[in-house]
Nanobody, 122 residues
Framework: QVQLVESGGGLVQPGGSLRVSCAAS????????MGWYRQAPGKQRELVAG???????NYADSVKGRFTISRDNAKNTVYLQMYSLKPEDTAVYYC????????????????WGQGTQVTVSS
C-alpha cells in the first residue's frame, strides 16, 4: 500500500533552520508531483511548497526566499528545507503525492502522510 512518512519536525527558535523529509513507498515516486502543506490550529490546511515530476517548484508567498523544496527520486524522498523560521510557521506539516497536472489545492487529491509537528518558539 502507499505510505508517506514524514520526519524531521521539532522545536526550533525563531530565526532557526529545520529540514523535514518525506519518504514514499508504494508509488512510482518519479511521476508524482509532491507537495508540502501545513495546518495550524484553527486554520485551514495550506500549500507551503510543491515540486512537479519535472522539478518545477511553487511556493506560498509567505515562505518564498526562506523555504526550499527538493526531491531525490533515487531515494523516493522529498525534502523541505526551512530557514529564518518564524513563530507563524508553527504548524503540522503534511506531505502529499498527487498525479501530475492536478494542481496544488489542499484537497483530498492523492496520498497524504500523517504529518510532523514544527514549532517555532523561544
Amino acid at each position: 500500500q502507499v505510505q508517506l512518512v514524514e520526519s524531521g519536525g521539532g522545536l526550533v527558535q525563531p530565526g532557526g533552520s529545520l529540514r523535514v523529509s518525506c519518504a514514499a513507498s508504494g508509488i512510482i515516486f518519479s511521476i508524482y508531483a509532491m507537495g508540502w502543506y501545513r495546518q495550524a490550529p484553527g486554520k485551514q490546511r495550506e500549500l507551503v511548497a510543491g515540486i512537479t515530476s519535472g522539478g518545477a517548484t511553487n511556493y506560498a508567498d509567505s515562505v518564498k526566499g526562506r523555504f526550499t523544496i527538493s526531491r531525490d527520486n533515487a531515494k523516493n524522498t522529498v525534502y523541505l528545507q526551512m530557514y529564518s523560521l518564524k513563530p507563524e510557521d508553527t504548524a503540522v506539516y503534511y506531505c502529499n503525492a498527487r498525479p501530475q497536472g492536478t494542481g496544488w489545492a489542499p484537497t483530498a487529491v492523492g496520498y497524504w502522510g500523517q504529518g510532523t509537528q514544527v514549532t517555532v518558539s523561544s
